[in-house]
């Protein structure tokens, strides 16, 4: 399993209903049903994707996410997933509403352009980055809303949101005492796990 | 019939009846003391009876759905190209039970049978049957055969609303549902075009109250037309556009009103086929069945609620240009599912074929379709037999 997969494994609480926003192949949701008896549904809409986890016995729903989240009701289950899939949307902003409205948690994953990697590419090469995190290039890529940990920290304080976790998966310095001290620098794939803020929870 | 048959065919099958005796209470109030239900199967029940998948018909359906009759056969069932060895139903997994339903006219008790109590045809008689109807005389016929719960029910249009009937009523007797380009009720709109259909073959001269067969005569011209309605809710615009055009018999404009355009022959064609092969009363108690099929309406029309006692998985799946049953419709019945917190997985496949496209080959489809039936065979243990 990929590493920010593995994490977000140990996060999700046992029997949880779960919405797994851009499922793709349904890994994550299987193992989850497996190891911890979470339910829930995958959304995805590639058609590979979709017959993957068809396959598998994961729930799957074809749905656009740019369309939004409309089809759910408030509170529609515990906790929203969206790994490598925020940076893609057309608003970004919105959907972290529309997360915190069908469920009181959130679990979102995305590539960090601050990586000191994309950094030192943008910096000297003059380019824009390609990495394994980044592996399109400028014209087809579908990452057309790139952040940095620090950007979507601000996003949430805007927001009122609370970050109840963080982490980084799948850089070289994964473990290292660094990216823990340094995660906007040294972190290449940013997790961060988002409750309502207290605004919310009340209202 | 090709003349050496293909790998993936059932072969010649021949259709089986089973009577019953016991009668059978009707929601018109009604009840058919005694009915009779023709059938096929393809591939073998295993010892252990979970490996049965019930396939529900449409409209004009009935059940032919796979493989030939004679060799003499012109086409194979009207659902070959998802029903045999390696096909989405894969006949070396599963045990296929597919029926004609009561009121039709392929054999099954209808219209076009004696009714035991005037010992005269049914005819317009016959009592309305509902989709809840059909699905209690499935059940008997499932006692019949020796299967306490379907491996899954699959149906595509009318089928698919047997299917969702199925799940809601008789929760325990099957494990998976398979509702393909169907509706949890149907609008206004396709109650108008049925109305219109069933105008048609009531104001044919020759339908005289539905009694055409002591007339010695059938409303042929109001089935025709009937069917020549219905036949183009079925296809999409595009695909009618693609295969016709405004492409003329002729190279010239005739100004008359004979068939000028080949849309026009195409449609009279399929009219003319349909008026000599299917009965007007079975037509009309057919469309009467899709008008009334409405589960949430007895939930203050929460179909969520009406789906709470299903415990099956569930696939839903639609076609991109289906205007009949439009994409919109399935995504209502899953938004339900998912409300009532089922297991359910939903796919909108992209297709030009309109309505007609769950009848039809296609890869995404059959992906789709096929993957879903692979992880209910593995579910139930059943290896593919040699």
Same mark, same amino acid.
């Given at each position: 399993?990929?590493?920010?997969?593995?994490?977000?494994h140990?996060w999700?609480?046992?029997?949880?209903?779960?919405?797994? =926003?851009?499922?793709?192949?349904?890994?994550?949701?299987?193992a989850?049903?497996r190891?911890?008896?979470?339910?829930?549904?995958?959304?995805?809409?590639?058609?590979?994707?979709?017959?993957?986890? =068809?396959?598998?016995?994961?729930n799957?729903?074809?749905?656009?996410l740019?369309?939004?989240?409309?089809?759910?009701?408030?509170?529609?289950?515990d906790?929203v997933?969206?790994?490598?899939?925020?940076?893609?949307?057309?608003?970004p902003?919105?959907?972290?509403?529309?997360?915190?409205?069908?469920?009181?948690?959130?679990?979102?994953?995305?590539?960090?352009?601050?990586?000191?990697?994309?950094?030192?590419?943008?910096?000297?090469?003059?380019?824009?980055?390609?990495s394994?995190?980044?592996p399109?290039?400028?014209?087809?890529?579908?990452?057309?809303?790139?952040?940095?940990?620090?950007?979507?920290?601000?996003?949430?304080?805007?927001?009122?949101?609370?970050i109840?976790?963080?982490?980084?998966g799948?850089?070289?310095?994964?473990?290292?005492?660094?990216?823990?001290?340094?995660?906007? =620098?040294?972190?290449?794939?940013?997790?961060f796990?988002?409750?309502?803020?207290?605004?919310?929870?009340?209202? | 019939m090709p003349?050496?048959?293909?790998?993936?065919?059932?072969?010649?099958?021949?259709?089986?009846?089973?009577?019953? %005796?016991?009668?059978?209470?009707?929601?018109?109030?009604?009840?058919?003391?005694?009915?009779?239900?023709?059938?096929?199967?393809?591939?073998?029940?295993?010892?252990?009876?979970?490996?049965?998948?019930?396939?529900?018909?449409?409209?004009?359906?009935?059940?032919?759905?796979?493989?030939?009759?004679?060799?003499?056969?012109?086409k194979?069932?009207?659902?070959?190209?998802?029903?045999?060895?390696?096909?989405?139903i894969d006949? %070396?997994?599963?045990?296929?039970?597919?029926?004609?339903?009561?009121?039709?006219?392929?054999?099954s008790?209808?219209?076009?049978?004696?009714n035991?109590?005037?010992g005269?045809?049914?005819?317009?008689?016959?009592p309305?049957?509902t989709?809840?109807?059909?699905?209690?005389?499935?059940?008997?016929?499932?006692?019949?055969?020796?299967?306490?719960?379907?491996?899954?029910v699959?149906?595509?249009?009318?089928?698919?609303m047997? *299917?969702?009937?199925?799940?809601?009523?008789y929760?325990e007797?099957?494990?998976?549902?398979?509702?393909?380009?169907?509706?949890?009720?149907?609008?206004?709109?396709?109650?108008?075009?049925?109305?219109?259909?069933?105008q048609a073959?009531?104001?044919?001269? %020759?339908?005289?109250?539905?009694?055409?067969?002591?007339?010695?005569? *059938?409303?042929?011209?109001?089935?025709?037309?009937?069917?020549?309605?219905?036949?183009?809710?079925?296809?999409?615009?595009h695909s009618?556009?693609?295969?016709?055009?405004?492409d003329?018999?002729?190279?010239?404009?005739?100004?008359?009103?004979?068939?000028?355009f080949q849309?026009?022959?195409?449609?009279?064609?399929?009219?003319?086929?349909?008026?000599?092969?299917?009965?007007?009363?079975?037509?009309?108690?057919?469309?009467?069945?899709l008008?009334?099929?409405?589960?949430?309406a007895?939930?203050?029309?929460?179909?969520a609620?009406?789906?709470?006692?299903?415990?099956?998985?569930f696939?839903?799946?639609?076609?991109?240009?289906?205007?009949?049953?439009?994409?919109?419709?399935?995504?209502?019945?899953?938004?339900?599912?998912?409300?009532?917190?089922?297991?359910v997985?939903?796919?909108?496949?992209?297709?030009?074929?309109?309505?007609?496209?769950?009848?039809?080959? %296609?890869?995404?489809?059959?992906?789709?379709?096929?993957?879903?039936?692979?992880?209910?065979?593995?579910?139930?243990?059943?290896?593919?037999?040699?």
């Amino acid at each position: 399993m990929r590493p920010d997969l593995t994490l977000i494994h140990r996060w999700v609480p046992e029997g949880a209903q779960v919405l797994d =926003l851009a499922c793709g192949d349904g890994t994550l949701l299987d193992a989850l049903a497996r190891d911890k008896g979470v339910t829930g549904y995958g959304l995805e809409i590639d058609p590979d994707g979709i017959t993957a986890c =068809l396959e598998r016995g994961v729930n799957v729903i074809e749905q656009d996410l740019d369309q939004g989240l409309a089809n759910f009701d408030d509170d529609a289950c515990d906790l929203v997933i969206m790994t490598q899939a925020l940076q893609a949307l057309r608003r970004p902003d919105r959907m972290l509403d529309e997360m915190l409205r069908v469920a009181s948690e959130a679990i979102i994953t995305f590539p960090n352009f601050a990586y000191w990697r994309h950094r030192l590419y943008l910096g000297f090469k003059g380019f824009m980055p390609v990495s394994r995190s980044l592996p399109y290039a400028w014209y087809d890529t579908p990452n057309i809303h790139l952040s940095t940990f620090n950007d979507f920290e601000r996003l949430c304080t805007d927001k009122g949101l609370v970050i109840t976790d963080r982490a980084v998966g799948r850089g070289d310095h994964e473990s290292h005492w660094s990216s823990r001290l340094w995660p906007n =620098l040294f972190g290449e794939i940013a997790i961060f796990r988002v409750g309502r803020g207290e605004a919310r929870r009340h209202g | 019939m090709p003349e050496t048959l293909p790998a993936d065919s059932v072969g010649l099958v021949t259709p089986q009846q089973a009577r019953f %005796d016991e009668p059978l209470p009707l929601a018109c109030g009604k009840t058919l003391p005694a009915y009779e239900l023709v059938y096929e199967t393809y591939g073998e029940l295993n010892a252990e009876r979970s490996n049965a998948v019930l396939i529900c018909h449409a409209l004009s359906g009935h059940h032919h759905a796979a493989g030939y009759h004679s060799p003499d056969d012109r086409k194979p069932g009207w659902w070959d190209a998802h029903i045999g060895p390696g096909k989405a139903i894969d006949t %070396d997994r599963f045990f296929v039970v597919s029926l004609n339903n009561l009121g039709g006219c392929h054999g099954s008790t209808g219209p076009c049978h004696i009714n035991p109590e005037t010992g005269r045809l049914w005819g317009p008689e016959f009592p309305v049957m509902t989709v809840g109807d059909w699905v209690d005389s499935q059940v008997r016929l499932a006692d019949r055969l020796g299967i306490e719960r379907f491996a899954a029910v699959v149906g595509g249009s009318l089928g698919g609303m047997q *299917v969702l009937q199925w799940a809601m009523r008789y929760p325990e007797r099957i494990a998976n549902a398979v509702v393909i380009a169907a509706t949890p009720r149907l609008t206004a709109q396709n109650i108008a075009f049925n109305e219109v259909a069933r105008q048609a073959i009531r104001s044919d001269p %020759d339908f005289h109250g539905g009694w055409y067969a002591a007339h010695d005569t *059938v409303p042929r011209r109001g089935l025709k037309l009937a069917r020549m309605v219905g036949h183009i809710t079925y296809l999409s615009e595009h695909s009618m556009g693609a295969k016709f055009g405004r492409d003329l018999r002729s190279d010239e404009l005739n100004f008359g009103y004979d068939v000028e355009f080949q849309v026009e022959s195409y449609l009279r064609y399929q009219g003319d086929a349909f008026s000599t092969a299917f009965d007007a009363n079975t037509y009309l108690l057919m469309t009467k069945a899709l008008d009334y099929f409405d589960p949430a309406a007895d939930h203050q029309g929460d179909l969520a609620a009406a789906l709470a006692p299903a415990s099956c998985r569930f696939l839903v799946v639609s076609f991109s240009t289906d205007w009949r049953f439009t994409p919109e419709r399935s995504r209502e019945l899953v938004d339900a599912l998912m409300r009532a917190r089922k297991p359910v997985s939903y796919a909108a496949i992209d297709s030009p074929h309109g309505h007609d496209a769950f009848l039809l080959p %296609d890869q995404r489809y059959g992906a789709v379709f096929g993957g879903f039936m692979k992880r209910v065979a593995r579910d139930l243990g059943l290896e593919e037999r040699h």
